[in-house]
């Protein structure tokens, strides 16, 4: 990718976290997603908060890491403890189908954002068009996260099902280690033709604690390319 390519696909994950940000009401409890589009929406909160455009607005992050992005923003922060249910939750994905399934855990934070996911009313996903795959597989392996207690017995598993599998490293080269301390599988599976039956597979597995496959979860998708902002929401 040419350094023009990725000045675009930035301004359009800003373009797309602008407006999901037009949905967010003073006086709510909003869900921050994790990585860098959701990074954008943290950014344009507490810009908005900062010029009193919203007001009492407070945010349940969904991984360290924006945790701690909001707070050196000025954020208000609570918890899924405090606010059990959200009015909406905004977070990026990895991959799109054309029935705004997910792949989802490219930055590691694929559980919580799941359980904030589904302690949230709305699911806005905001994305540049290049996360737009015909099929879930097709661009991105199914991030899994699973205990370190006897994961390679877990990987074999997964291949077993037809993923080629990695063990993601950190930049030292250790395995990387989620906000829980586990690991995560990078699971391979090519083009998914029936991604609700993978996602039951792997929610059968003992050991594994959560996947990447966010199926029936998307409320609505902003997406936004060279034409524009465009909103979807499922269809049927
Ligand atoms: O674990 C990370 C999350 O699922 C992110 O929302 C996802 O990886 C998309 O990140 P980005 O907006 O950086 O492409």
């Given at each position: 990718?040419?350094?023009?390519?990725?000045?675009?696909?930035?301004?359009?994950?800003?373009?797309?976290?602008?407006?999901?940000?037009?949905?967010?009401?003073?006086?709510?409890?909003?869900?921050?997603?994790?990585?860098?589009?959701?990074?954008?929406?943290?950014?344009?909160?507490?810009?908005?908060?900062?010029?009193?455009?919203?007001?009492?607005?407070?945010?349940?992050?969904?991984?360290?890491?924006?945790?701690?992005?909001?707070?050196?923003?000025?954020?208000?922060?609570?918890?899924?403890?405090?606010?059990?249910?959200?009015?909406?939750?905004?977070?990026?994905?990895?991959e799109?189908d054309?029935a705004?399934n997910l792949i989802?855990?490219?930055?590691?934070?694929?559980?919580?954002?799941?359980?904030?996911?589904?302690?949230?009313?709305?699911?806005?996903?905001?994305?540049?068009?290049?996360?737009?795959?015909?099929q879930l597989g097709t661009?991105?392996?199914v991030?899994v996260?699973?205990?370190?207690?006897?994961?390679?017995?877990?990987?074999?598993y997964l291949e077993g099902l037809g993923a080629?599998?990695?063990?993601?490293?950190?930049?030292?080269?250790?395995?990387?280690?989620?906000?829980?301390?586990?690991?995560?599988?990078?699971c391979?599976f090519g083009p998914i033709a029936r991604p609700a039956e993978l996602a039951a597979k792997l929610e059968a597995r003992?050991?594994v604690?959560e996947h990447g496959l966010f199926i029936g979860i998307?409320?609505?998708?902003?997406?936004?390319?060279?034409?524009?902002?465009?909103?979807?929401?499922?269809?049927?």
């Amino acid at each position: 990718m040419s350094l023009l390519q990725e000045s675009e696909a930035s301004r359009y994950k800003r373009m797309a976290a602008e407006r999901a940000v037009e949905l967010i009401q003073s006086g709510t409890v909003v869900g921050l997603g994790s990585g860098s589009t959701s990074a954008l929406v943290v950014h344009r909160l507490a810009a908005l908060l900062g010029e009193g455009k919203l007001k009492d607005v407070v945010g349940v992050p969904t991984s360290l890491e924006t945790e701690s992005l909001a707070r050196s923003l000025g954020v208000p922060l609570t918890t899924l403890e405090e606010h059990p249910f959200l009015a909406l939750t905004i977070d990026g994905a990895d991959e799109v189908d054309p029935a705004l399934n997910l792949i989802k855990g490219g930055g590691g934070a694929l559980l919580r954002e799941k359980i904030v996911a589904q302690a949230s009313q709305r699911e806005i996903i905001v994305v540049d068009e290049s996360k737009l795959s015909p099929q879930l597989g097709t661009r991105w392996p199914v991030p899994v996260e699973v205990l370190p207690f006897g994961w390679n017995s877990q990987a074999l598993y997964l291949e077993g099902l037809g993923a080629r599998v990695v063990r993601r490293e950190a930049h030292d080269g250790a395995p990387y280690r989620t906000d829980q301390g586990n690991f995560i599988l990078d699971c391979a599976f090519g083009p998914i033709a029936r991604p609700a039956e993978l996602a039951a597979k792997l929610e059968a597995r003992a050991g594994v604690v959560e996947h990447g496959l966010f199926i029936g979860i998307t409320s609505e998708l902003i997406i936004a390319g060279p034409k524009g902002v465009e909103h979807r929401r499922p269809s049927g």
